[in-house]
């Protein structure tokens, strides 16, 4: 028998270590977020995500002040992914021994400026040194009166996204923009289902939604959005472009599904980004299923990223 491995397989196996939601924690291990009971009565939702050097960024290449952006902003990616509001953030620095104190401080103004920019209170953190590349490990915490969930879709609910997708290794991986405002007004507006931000890829996430809701999907090839960084990718390495905007990940916007009936708000809405239905939800039973341009179905295999690939 073959022994299961990979960063899906690990985390499916930690959570079945874990205490199920108790009074305690209200939402546990699955979510982008978990959401845990204070003693006063409050809730709480807490999220936390590290960035490493030689996989999240190069800084050979990249911007230290950008590198600090991200670190934040994926986390604040989560928030956006359950609708909610950033309270405070706090984080861990492992920086390399050689690192020089110009750098270190911009990769700091880069983490406040993201913070200023989405309400996000920087409260502190701890700062180590080694002889390996800088890794920054960020915790957030956040507020919503009722957390949108991965395991909310249902069937005949129709699947959206927003922006484009693919080719975010030209940049945008650096410098996206957390969702956090756009994922409120969604809230607001439609019955949403089940919502999560686009961190693997729309292969590999919508499979998330797919398992936690216990539902199948079917996505239309042709209606998903493809950025302009992704025909310029396949421009250059051959891969349909198509094939990275479904695969590339790192895009970092909202993967969502909404009642039917409220598919024609969506375009009504004033995001300030474009939103796309792109699928809509099925049975269990009729699997994950890609169809193209020429009506053609295939199974929707994850090609997204994966941590720990082996």
């Not at 410098?175 to 956090?180: E, G, L």
């Not at 349909?240 to 479904?246: E, G």
């Not at 239905?277 to 009729?286: Q, S």
Request: glycine share 12%; charged share 20%; hydrophobic share 45%.
């Amino acid at each position: 028998m073959t022994e299961p491995s990979g960063e899906f397989a690990y985390i499916n196996w930690i959570r079945s270590q874990l205490p199920a939601e108790d009074g305690v924690t209200t939402i546990g291990s699955g979510d982008d977020m978990a959401e845990v009971r204070l003693p006063t009565g409050g809730r709480v939702l807490v999220g936390t995500d590290a960035i490493l050097e030689g996989t999240h960024f190069d800084l050979r290449r990249d911007a230290p002040a950008d590198v600090g952006w991200k670190a934040l902003a994926v986390n604040l990616s989560d928030v956006a992914a359950m609708a909610a509001e950033p309270i405070c953030g706090v984080g861990t620095l492992a920086l390399p021994r050689t690192m020089a104190m110009t750098a270190a401080q911009e990769i700091f103004a880069g983490i406040k400026r993201c913070a200023d920019a989405y309400g996000c209170r920087w409260v502190g953190g701890d700062i180590t040194a080694w002889d390996a590349p800088l890794a920054i490990t960020v915790t957030v915490l956040a507020w919503a009166e009722k957390p949108v969930r991965r395991n909310g879709a249902k069937v005949g609910q129709v699947v959206a996204v927003t922006g484009s997708l693919g080719g975010s290794l030209l940049g945008r991986h650096l410098t996206f923009p957390p969702r956090i405002a756009e994922a409120r007004k969604l809230a607001a507006a439609v019955r949403l289902g089940a919502m999560m931000d686009l961190s693997d890829g729309l292969s590999s996430d919508i499979g998330h939604i797919c398992q936690e809701s216990g539902v199948g999907v079917v996505i239309e090839g042709a209606k998903v959005p493809v950025s302009a960084a992704a025909e310029k990718m396949a421009a250059r390495d051959g891969r349909t472009a198509l094939d990275h905007a479904i695969n590339d990940g790192e895009d970092f916007e909202l993967l969502f599904t909404c009642e039917a009936a409220d598919a024609a708000a969506l375009g009504k809405l004033d995001l300030g980004v474009p939103v796309t239905v792109i699928g809509r939800i099925v049975a269990a039973g009729e699997g994950r299923v890609l169809v193209d341009q020429h009506s053609h179905a295939a199974a929707l295999m994850p090609g997204g990223y994966e941590h720990w690939k082996k």
